[in-house]
T-cell receptor, first 115, second 111 residues
């Protein structure tokens, strides 16, 4: 199916463990983004990528690692999960850095709980 | 000061009412503006882009006031299905302008 998909939908992990959230898009969009959403903070940008092998930090990158070896995939890794990283994570994609007509298209999110 | 500020609400309105949300933004250089809708436990979805001259999409009207740096969303004839959180979105202050999101205004439409 065309679109942007995230996996897993739900994840519970323990403090200190490494966890990877997956994001896959079928549109061949150049830009991909990872946001986290927390009550009172709204959506905050973690990392983004302009193309394969090009990534850059967003507003809250500490504790996260990204890679983009293929245009369609943009995994987000929490190297050593902490309770403060409990959040809902959204991946998004766009043909350009800001598409004035359509903004960003989001995946359905991953709810991560760190215990 | 937050880059995008919204009244969190909730706005509780009866079906058929007209309701308006405002949003202020701090970056005078912002070029792109949007309203997104987010249903409970779902991803944000684009409601409409906001253009300088203002624009309308059915029951929804968006206005942009660059001088005062605010954006508004007007919903006429509210439906139960309009109940959601409405996110104000603008381009940020970075060198590669990306979208930055407000925390949202919650709307609850009741019978």
């Amino acid at each position: 199916d065309a679109g942007i998909t995230q996996s897993p939908r739900y994840k519970i992990t323990e403090t200190g463990r490494q966890v990877t959230l997956m994001c896959h898009q079928t549109w061949s969009h150049s830009y991909m983004f990872w946001y986290r959403q927390d009550l009172g903070h709204g959506l905050r940008l973690i990392y983004y990528s302009a193309a394969a092998d090009i990534t850059d930090k967003g507003e809250v990158p500490d504790g996260y690692v990204v890679s983009r070896s293929k245009t369609e995939n943009f995994p987000l890794t929490l190297e050593s999960a902490t309770r403060s990283q409990t959040s809902v994570y959204f991946c998004a994609s766009s043909e350009s850095i800001v598409d004035r007509a359509v903004g960003y298209t989001f995946g359905s999110g991953t709810r991560l709980t760190v215990v | 000061r937050k880059e995008v500020e919204q009244d969190p609400g909730p706005f509780n309105v009866p079906e058929g009412a007209t309701v308006a949300f405002n949003c202020t933004y701090s970056n005078s250089a912002s070029q792109s503006f949007f309203w997104y809708r987010q249903d409970c436990r779902k991803e944000p979805k684009l409601l409409m882009s906001v253009y300088s001259s203002g624009n309308e999409d059915g029951r929804f009207t968006a206005q942009l006031n660059r001088a005062s740096q605010y954006i508004s969303l007007l919903i006429r004839d509210s439906k139960l299905s309009d109940s959601a959180t409405y996110l104000c979105v603008v381009t940020d202050t970075g060198t590669a302008s990306k979208l930055t999101f407000g925390t949202g205004t919650r709307l609850q439409v009741t019978l």
